[in-house]
């Protein structure tokens, strides 16, 4: 203890870092310590390009004017108020400017400060909208292999990814999970959303006759799954798996913590693929990931099924000591004004060719065994090499970093999504580095 509190100011020890090769990190840091428009600044003084938007969420790009002033403003004026039994007027005014947002039909919104929490929230509402209308018995959550929806426990439970899963016990109980959608065999390198596949939806009829349908509350799943290393939707898939869930009665989830806010093309994957869900989950780019907070955009026919009863009762018992706060949802109000004022939310989709040709141009590359696209999302994927799986794609992050080039990986999976502010110039700058680093690996 004593040495530690003697440590100097940039001692690296205490903070055990999140999902994160810890001991790799502090033998060799990599700290930024400055960030605006399309680049970071690394604590050496170079400059390094943000392929990955942060961690997907800083859509508008770094320190955007009418947020930070926003955010200065804010605290200024109105620093907390309670969430529970008070309100204040910006939380208002934004679930308003989602819900706008938000495909037709989905028009009441809770806040949360994460993604992760915003699962919780959703999942919660599922079972409970059902038994609010007195189907108590459908109470299964149904997810998918390789899903992610984050890390608390019912986000693991649905979700697919097995090293997010092992190490924590049994999990929530009456969960199932449909298999993935990915078939590289037949759907390698496809240009967008892949051709084959949309029958994997009918998955879930095997599951809803395993279990019976009328014990499923709702599906979970991320219309383009992020976090595993980009999985596209087939065509048909997402349709099938609406129709599916109307004909049983079962709610369905989209996860949209990745594909909301412009990042493939439209407002949300909701509105790119054609398919309204239930609720939608987001988070990140809502407050281009500068204040934390997440929110949960549900049908008018589950808010409604909770707004009876003495009218000075609770409702929903749920809820977070910073739902809606007010610096974040200033952020979130300059974050959407900055999208619309700039046209962000449809930007990819204009980007989308220049971005696609750029990375399927990478094809042929020592290594490379797929790459997949969708607005300004790009995942290149790597053979790993035999019994060392994630090292080739590791070596290439770290290539990359010291070529002034920030990028994501998952597995041997490279994951690509730049601020939608980026121009023609960095895609090139940003693809033609990584084709450099890939033609070093090992
Ligand atoms: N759902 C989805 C679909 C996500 O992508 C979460 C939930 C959880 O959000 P929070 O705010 O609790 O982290 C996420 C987050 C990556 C990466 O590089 C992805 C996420 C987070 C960090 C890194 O793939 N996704
Ligand atoms: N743990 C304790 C002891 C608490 O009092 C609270 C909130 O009052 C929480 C956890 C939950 O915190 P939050 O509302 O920030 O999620």
Not at 11 to 33: C, G, I
Not at 386 to 410: C, D, Q, S, Y
């Amino acid at each position: 203890m004593s040495d530690r509190r003697a440590a100097a100011p940039n001692d690296l020890r205490a903070f055990w870092m999140p999902f994160t090769a810890n001991r790799q990190f502090k033998a060799a840091p990599r700290m930024l310590v400055a960030a605006e428009g399309m680049h970071y600044t690394a604590a050496d003084g170079r400059r390094i390009l943000d392929g990955t938007a942060g961690l997907w969420c800083v859509n508008a790009g770094h320190k955007r004017p009418l947020i930070v002033k926003a955010i200065q403003n804010q605290i200024e004026e109105l620093d907390y108020a309670p969430a529970f039994q008070m309100g204040h007027p910006k939380a208002f005014e934004l679930a308003n400017r989602l819900a706008d947002l938000a495909p037709e039909g989905l028009d009441h919104v809770m806040f949360t400060n994460s993604g992760s929490e915003a699962v919780e929230t959703a999942l919660k509402t599922a079972i409970a909208y059902h038994r609010a209308r007195g189907e108590g018995a459908r109470f299964r959550l149904i997810g998918r292999e390789r899903g992610y929806h984050g890390v608390n426990f019912g986000g693991i439970s649905v979700g697919g990814i097995v090293s997010n899963r092992k190490m924590f016990g049994t999990l929530l109980t009456g969960v199932d999970h449909m298999r993935d959608t990915h078939l590289p065999e037949k759907n390698a390198f496809s240009w967008g959303q892949p051709e084959h596949g949309a029958e994997l939806a009918d998955d879930l009829l095997r599951i809803a006759k395993l279990h019976d349908p009328s014990t499923i509350a709702a599906v979970i799943v991320e219309p383009m799954s992020g976090s595993t290393g980009v999985l596209l939707p087939p065509i048909g898939y997402l349709q099938r798996l609406r129709q599916i869930c109307d004909e049983h009665g079962i709610l369905l989830i989209f996860d949209e913590v990745i594909t909301g806010f412009g990042r493939v093309g439209e407002p949300f994957g909701s509105q790119r693929f054609g398919v309204t869900p239930d609720m939608i989950v987001c988070a990140k780019g809502l407050t281009n990931g500068i204040i934390p907070m997440g929110a949960v955009i549900v049908s008018p026919k589950i808010h409604d099924a909770f707004m009876t009863g003495p009218e000075h009762l609770i409702e929903f018992f749920h809820g977070y000591t910073y739902s809606g706060n007010p610096m974040a949802a200033a952020a979130g109000l300059a974050t959407l004004e900055t999208y619309k004022q700039e046209g962000l939310l449809t930007r990819a989709r204009e980007l989308e060719r220049y971005w696609g040709d750029a990375l399927h141009a990478l094809r042929g590359l020592p290594h490379v065994i797929d790459i997949r696209n969708l607005g300004l999302i790009g995942a290149v994927e790597l053979e790993p090499i035999p019994g060392h799986p994630t090292k080739r794609a590791f070596a290439a992050f770290l290539k990359a970093f010291e070529k002034g080039l920030l990028i994501r990986t998952t597995g041997d999976i490279i994951a690509l999504s730049p601020p939608l502010i980026i121009e023609k110039p960095q895609i090139d700058e940003l693809i033609g580095g990584l084709a450099d680093v890939l033609k070093t690996l090992e």
